[in-house]
């Protein structure tokens, strides 16, 4: 089974790098792009095959290590298929 | 095998792909008695190629010097050594990864790095300094700000996450590389003298190990990939770029020291450009043996590889290691201990041939000698380049102040602190003179007072113009740099950056080039004792600038007495060396607009000779309180740049005319002392011309007879301002 | 004083730190492996900086699960003093030894070069004797930017735990002298009790005559007085 | 209108972080945890409110800026609202 985490930085912490981003994009030429945020995400092969202890061991994955409290917040799902 | 591939007899079409002539083919069947199975091809290919056999330079570099009493190892082995005194041996090597880093900057830099510093830990010596000498396009071509940022970052990325500082380098920029940017990476290291290892794989059944990260389908043919110019479609080929990973290397590195400290080891060597193929023939062909390896038992990234990729991937972050027999367990020991694979993957044999097995059939069985001793050698022709316009006079400027402010802003004057305050120049708590601080980076030799002065340069305008002299002058100038900060010139590496060796205008400057290197190299008493070359620089049939970049490694006694290039307040400024400068590839002629014309700056090697001898005795008296060569922009900017370092100004009588203030000439050094008249009587007893220009004080730079009294302020602005402008806009 | 510096894989200043503290100040330092559990009675842990694990995922947050950080925070519960430097900080943040945490520099980019700090807020083994005092210290860096939410930000400046700050050489704090963005200007904070301290600025850098400036043996000299010599 | 710009690294291109993140599961303790692949997610709010101009618009920002052709493939999508 395939599992994702998507971290993404909370609301109130400065996404320096969306930032760059958008002024990037501006200079490139693209009118009308508001802010630009940068999360990531971790695809994880998992052994497991029930979804429910998938989506556990995801979220567990998540506090443990791949996401920060003190500035991220994280999303977990299973890939179809 | 179960994976269909190509069999014999091989078309025209594969046979270009491995860069083989239907000549050079011909001959891999005499050799073999038969045509070659497909991982021979692929084998055949890497270790005859540009890259691996310097088969168009070979000749030449022959003509190199490369002994003396301060060279501990020469030229063939992974790196060069001198001594370093105290039982050290200092070790160091410059390599290209030009076309890497244009494909994929970032990635491309960071591997160059990463494969500058194996060539040095295999020896046994740890890294404690990188240097890298870039080269770009002109700073208005639309791709220049992405390859600086990329390759920047990717020096930076590497060797601060690795823990070497990089404590200096060079940067021009100039059209001629508008299509391929040069990435020079050097890597310096200390090993006690009598624990240097060899790549060297002997003693008939002992056990040959792999070491280091998986292999991958990286980089497959990037050895031939290096070696070929480049062409239109290059870029949309992009074959699977080789990815760095520091980390793994700063544990590779950690590992092999460990190992190395104990008496483990026959022989190791890095698996760098066409990795375990050419670092097993290699290591067989030093000690005429013969090796087998069972590559079924390579630890593998990805499913379903076959002998063919595991021969030829460039994976990065492994090595080769021939263990002495006995010393199995320890060695497993000591490396699983950093977390990193290590399996025995083949034996040492009496054979004299390469031999590769999967699942216990035979793949490749070729003796070694074909493959190293019989790989092509080739005097290419050559045919002198036409004499370069000479320009005989250029307009004086209206104002020298706004000239010497324009020439300040040039990219390739200003100030390069955007670059290296992206690198880690301290960690190791070695850096004595910081980049930007002086004229050559100087770092300690661990647990003495020594200090080793470091520097690299090569101006290609210099060498389009004459690759003889540029050759000569690129010698020269690294020499002053390392002089200047009081250290004395021990021995050079090269990374020989020429374009297509086919075409014999370009052989041409190659030859010119060597001559005038080994010319320099003599006078000065510093021997050649690593180097690399890398051809086929060019696209589309506009080749670069001929660029043998000259990496220059100096000792000081007592790294304490080391000086910079920022003026004190209060002191006698003094010119030491009389060339005579001239506006041929200067900075100021193509400021002017003027397409790139001689006359070349004066060579003159017993006159280098002599001004290097009086810098060292002067330093050595005391006199030296700050000394800075000048080289692209002349006299004036060299003033200036001392000025904007030691936050002073100056009232200088450098001459009134565009050619004394702007023209170039390498073998001019501005020093700062306390007590000029020793230091004139000095020069006057040594033979160099010298005079006195004035004093330092006060905050602005003013020349006699001229407009030029400008802040010291404003000389910073265009000298800090111009660099960051051109990345960031 | 014993001092155990601690090695991750990835570590790069940890025979930095020997040096100062064994060479330059003739006291007992000595390297403990990331992976064991024996910290071996020191006076001082040291978590010094690098880039361990590769920095790959954030900085310090592989590290901050090591075997060897559960004595460290044993060590440090018990009152031991512990200083983490640039990574070491990092480490510390991510283990939960010290609040909020560093992001990507404002910049975006690696900045290695010479800032000043100026030492204020309560009295660590680090900075007692210190306070007003403006030092020259070099930062190499790629995430020092600190980030804690307002209400922890506003407990560390209401508690003294911010004991560094960038500064001009003058002692002025502004943003120009702030080289990664960081909130408050913050180079440094510690723990609510003040054995716990973390620093970007690398003071071992510069603790010789040889490297050109010394400011950075305050640190390690105030830590010889609080800890018994 | 809110897009996302989906970039991973190319199938035979080492991830490094993914790797060093496999490892450091496993030592926590997480069993059963194959390859892990580290992406980023753009989240990248529009003015546009043609869906068809606004993935185009964000194919031109992947392919410009967000992603890496030499190394990266990516993928866009709108957000649902
Ligand atoms: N690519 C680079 N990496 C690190 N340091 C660099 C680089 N390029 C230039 N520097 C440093 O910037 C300073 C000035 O370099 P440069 O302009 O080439 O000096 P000069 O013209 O006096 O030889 C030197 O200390 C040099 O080492
Ligand atoms: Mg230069």
Redesign the interface.
């Known amino acids: 089974m395939k599992g994702k985490v998507t971290v993404r930085l909370k609301a109130g912490v400065l996404d320096v790098e969306g930032k760059a981003i958008e002024g990037a994009l501006a200079k490139l030429g693209f009118n009308g792009v508001g802010a630009v945020r940068v999360g990531k995400v971790f695809e994880v092969e998992l052994a497991e095959t029930d979804p429910a202890a998938a989506k556990a061991a995801l979220t567990a994955m998540a506090k443990g290590l791949l996401a920060n409290p003190v500035m991220e917040t994280f999303e977990v799902a299973l890939e179809p298929g | 095998m179960g994976q269909r591939q190509p069999q014999p007899p091989y078309d025209a079409e594969i046979l270009r792909g491995h860069g083989l002539t239907p000549a050079e083919y011909a001959r891999v069947e005499a050799l073999l008695g038969r045509a070659p199975t497909w991982p021979e091809l692929g084998v055949f290919s890497v270790m005859w190629s540009e890259h691996c056999a310097y088969k168009s330079s070979r000749v030449h570099l022959k003509r190199l010097p490369t002994t003396g009493p301060q060279v501990v190892q020469g030229p063939g082995e992974n790196a060069g050594a001198i001594d370093g005194g105290d039982g050290w041996a200092v070790v160091f090597k410059m390599e290209s990864h030009n076309h890497p880093s244009f494909i994929e900057p970032y990635q491309g830099a960071a591997t160059g790095v990463g494969g500058i510093l194996r060539d040095v830990f295999t020896m046994g010596a740890r890294p404690i300094a990188l240097l890298n000498a870039l080269r770009f396009g002109r700073p208005e071509h639309p791709k220049t700000p992405h390859l600086v940022s990329g390759v920047v970052a990717g020096i930076g990325g590497y060797g601060n996450c690795i823990g070497v500082p990089t404590v200096g380098g060079d940067v021009m920029f100039d059209a001629s590389y508008d299509g391929n940017i040069l990435v020079n990476a050097f890597a310096l290291g200390v090993a006690p003298k009598d624990r240097i290892f060899l790549g060297v794989a002997e003693g008939v059944g002992n056990p040959v190990f792999y070491v280091g990260s998986k292999t991958g389908r990286d980089g497959i043919h990037g050895a031939t990939m290096a070696s070929e110019e480049f062409s239109e479609g290059s870029e949309e080929k992009r074959p699977t770029v080789q990815v760095g990973d520091p980390f793994t290397e700063k544990l590779l590195l950690e590992a092999c020291l460990d190992v190395m400290a104990e008496d483990i080891l026959v022989g190791v060597q890095d698996m760098g450009a066409a990795g375990l193929t050419s670092s097993s023939c290699e290591m067989a062909s030093r000690a005429g043996s013969g090796l087998v390896l069972h590559l079924d038992r390579v630890p593998m990234r990805e499913q379903g590889m076959v002998p063919y990729e595991l021969l030829l991937s460039e994976s990065q972050e492994r090595m080769l290691m021939v263990c002495a027999r006995g010393k199995e367990a320890r060695l497993i020991e000591l490396v699983s201990r950093w977390g990193l694979d290590v399996c025995q993957v083949g034996e040492v044999t009496e054979t004299g041939r390469f031999v590769c097995t999967w699942d216990g059939e035979t793949v490749v069985d070729v003796p070694v000698a074909a493959l190293v001793d019989e790989a092509p050698v080739y005097d290419r022709p050559q045919s002198p380049a036409p004499p370069a316009a000479c320009v005989e006079a250029l307009p004086e400027p209206s104002s020298v102040g706004k000239a010497l402010l324009d020439l300040l802003g040039r990219p390739t004057i200003a100030s390069k602190r955007w670059v290296y305050e992206q690198y880690d120049h301290m960690v190791r708590t070695g850096t004595v003179v910081r980049p930007g601080a002086g004229d050559a980076a100087v770092v300690r030799l661990p647990q003495t007072r020594r200090g080793i002065a470091l520097s690299v340069d090569c101006n290609g305008r210099y060498c389009k113009l004459d690759p003889f002299v540029g050759g000569a002058l690129a010698v020269v100038e690294s020499a002053l740099n390392v002089a200047c900060v009081g250290a004395r010139p021990q021995a050079i590496t090269d990374c020989l950056n020429f374009a297509s060796p086919e075409r014999p205008e370009v052989m041409w400057q190659f030859a010119q080039a060597i001559d005038g290197i080994a010319a320099a190299c003599r006078a000065l008493d510093a021997p050649v004792v690593s180097g690399n070359v890398s051809l086929y620089n060019e696209t589309n049939g506009v080749g670069i600038h001929p660029t043998p970049m000259i990496g220059m490694v100096g000792l000081l006694e007592d790294a304490s007495t080391a000086v910079g290039s920022a003026w004190p307040a209060g002191r006698s400024l003094v010119l030491l060396g009389g060339a005579m400068p001239a506006f041929g590839g200067s900075e100021y002629l193509l400021m002017q607009g003027h397409a790139l014309a001689g006359p070349l700056p004066d060579l003159d090697l017993p006159a280098a000779r002599a001004l290097i001898d009086l810098l060292l005795a002067a330093h050595g008296a005391g006199l030296v309180e700050a000394a800075h060569d000048a080289s692209e922009g002349g006299l004036a900017v060299a003033v200036a740049e001392g000025c904007i370092q030691g936050d002073v100004g100056a009232r200088v009588d450098l001459g009134a005319t565009a050619l004394a203030l702007f023209g170039e000439a390498i073998g001019r050094v501005v020093v700062a002392t306390g007590d000029a008249e020793a230091l004139l009587a000095r020069a006057q007893a040594a033979g160099v011309p010298a005079r006195r220009l004035g004093f330092t004080g006060g905050d602005r730079l003013t020349l006699a007879g001229t407009d030029a009294a400008l802040p010291v302020q404003a000389l910073r602005a265009a000298w800090e301002g111009a660099f960051p402008a051109v990345v960031e806009g | 004083m014993r001092v155990a510096v601690v090695s991750f ?2 570590s ?2 940890d ?2 730190c020997v ?2 503290v064994g060479e330059v100040l003739g006291r007992t330092a000595y390297k403990v492996w990331h992976a064991d559990h024996d910290l071996q009675g020191p006076d001082l842990v040291i978590l010094p ?3 361990s ?6 900085c310090g ?2 590290s901050a ?1 090591a075997p060897i950080m559960a004595d460290v925070a044993d060590f440090a519960r018990r009152g031991g003093a512990v200083l983490g430097i640039c990574n070491g900080f990092q480490i510390l ?2 283990a939960g030894l010290l ?3 560093l ?4 910049g ?6 010479d800032v000043h700090l100026r030492v204020e807020g309560l009295a660590t083994p680090f900075t007692a004797g210190l306070a007003g005092r403006v030092l020259k210290v ?1 930062v ?1 860096h ?1 995430d020092g ?1 600190y ?3 307002a209400d922890t930000l506003a407990r560390l400046e209401g508690d003294g735990q911010v004991v560094l700050r960038y500064c001009h050489p003058d002692g002025v704090v502004d943003a120009a002298a702030n080289p990664n ?1 960081s909130l408050g200007h913050i180079a440094g904070i510690a723990s609510a009790a003040g054995n716990v301290v973390g620093m970007m600025p ?1 003071p ?2 510069c ?6 400036n010394t400011d950075g043996l305050a640190f390690f000299q105030a830590a010889l007085q609080t800890l018994g010599g």
């Open positions: 894989p990835g790069n200043c025979d930095d040096r100062v900086g690098g880039f694990y590769g920095d790959y995922l954030r947050a592989i699960h943040t991510e609040p909020g945490a992001h990507r520099n404002a975006l980019h690696f900045i290695c070069r070099p190499a790629h930017n980030h804690a939410d963005g690398h071992e850098r603790a010789e005559p040889l490297l050109g």
